[in-house]
């Protein structure tokens, strides 16, 4: 394994911004990523873990310490006996080509994950969902290299501690590098099409049942035409979480604007649709920063020309978060990952 020296991440970052990483290497087994942690370690140097660069902020000034890019490959299938099967995919795998290759062997859980960019190693730390399935629905347990005690371990799913958005991966941070994802994916299952994108896309098309690789079309399609294409902009997606807030703020917010959609969750608390309030109550649509803008479309995610900086981006996420706090009284907080 070659470590290299001032290698500019832009280029492995789909918002295509960012500085140098003081050292840089690619890690393409277990090996070579005990080796990466060791000379960091020797070095006294921080880590920064990079998978498909979707959900970073590199700031211009980059990265002093060592970027590890993980690109540990192979996906095996197991049978298990109770009509499931046992999938493990190593961390460097793209996301959504693991989840094209189980719906197209009718393997169900993953499908409404599809087309979220990325690789499977990214997809526990932040308990990547949509469409009301999270990948900690099908996970059984995660292999990692705990560079605490510089061992590979196997996290049970309760060890994983997984929440909204959340896990021990993310929470202690630094900790843990994934190897690999463990699933239970079943030969039979139910479909979730319960989201009002999905309902919608197959009242117009009057189907009424639809079969697994079309519920993952569905959303490829629905996605595609939210987001911004990967081509023209640089974008991490969803900029923002979504809030999640009282009931009795949710009351008064309701009040003030009657259309504003909101979702029960189990504690009596409300979540929000942010890309809503910043589009209707903000009207932050376009808005711009230097180079950096809201995305016409979708008002949760930011987009950015060439030439644009981390600084920009920076810029618009304060003007935004300053925005949603005086017109409607809620503090928000970036889902993206600010490196630096
Ligand atoms: P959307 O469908 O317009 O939904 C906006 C918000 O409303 C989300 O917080 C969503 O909750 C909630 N929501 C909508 N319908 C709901 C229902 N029937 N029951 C409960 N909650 C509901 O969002 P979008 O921006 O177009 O994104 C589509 C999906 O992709 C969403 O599920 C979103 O969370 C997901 N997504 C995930 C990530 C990530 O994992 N990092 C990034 C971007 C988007 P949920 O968030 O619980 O779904």
């Not at 277990?30 to 979707?54: H, Y």
């Not at 917010?253 to 649709?273: A, I, R, T, W």
């Amino acid at each position: 394994m070659i470590i290299q020296e001032n290698i500019p991440l832009a280029a492995y970052t789909t918002f295509k911004i960012g500085g140098p990483a003081r050292f840089f290497c690619v890690a393409l087994n277990e090996r070579d990523l005990l080796e990466a942690v060791k000379f960091a370690k020797g070095k006294e140097l921080p880590i920064f873990i990079l998978g498909g660069g979707s959900n970073i902020l590199i700031s211009d000034d980059g990265f002093s310490g060592l970027v590890i890019k993980v690109e540990l490959k192979g996906i095996i299938y197991r049978e298990l006996d109770h009509g499931a099967v046992a999938v493990s995919a190593s961390a460097g795998e793209i996301w959504d080509d693991l989840v094209g290759e189980t719906v197209s062997r009718g393997l169900y859980g993953l499908e409404n994950l599809s087309a979220i960019p990325g690789t499977v190693g990214a997809s526990p730390v932040q308990n990547i969902g949509a469409y009301g399935v999270e990948v900690s629905n099908s996970i059984e347990s995660i292999k990692v290299l705990d560079t605490e005690q510089m061992k590979i371990v196997e996290l049970s799913k309760s060890d994983s501690r997984f929440a909204y958005r959340d896990s021990v991966l993310k929470c202690e941070k630094g900790r843990y590098i994934v190897i690999g994802v463990n699933f239970e994916l079943n030969k039979r299952g139910k479909l979730n099409t319960d989201y009002k994108d999905i309902r919608e896309y197959f009242s117009r098309r009057n189907v009424s049942e639809p079969n697994i690789s079309e519920v993952r079309q569905a959303i490829i399609e629905i996605r595609q035409n939210k987001l911004p294409d990967w081509r023209k902009w640089g974008t991490a997606g969803s900029y923002f979480k979504n809030p999640v807030i009282t009931a009795d703020k949710f009351k008064e917010l309701k009040n003030k604007y009657p259309k504003l959609p909101g979702f029960p969750e189990s504690d009596g608390q409300v979540k929000l649709s942010l890309g809503w309030i910043l589009d209707k109550v903000c009207r932050a649509g376009g808005m711009k920063y230097g180079k950096a803008q809201v995305y016409e479309k979708q008002a949760l995610v930011l987009v950015t020309m060439p030439g644009a900086t981390a600084t920009d981006v920076v810029g618009l996420s304060r003007e935004l978060i300053k925005l949603v706090k005086d017109k409607a009284g809620i503090e928000i907080e970036g889902e993206v990952e600010w490196v630096c």
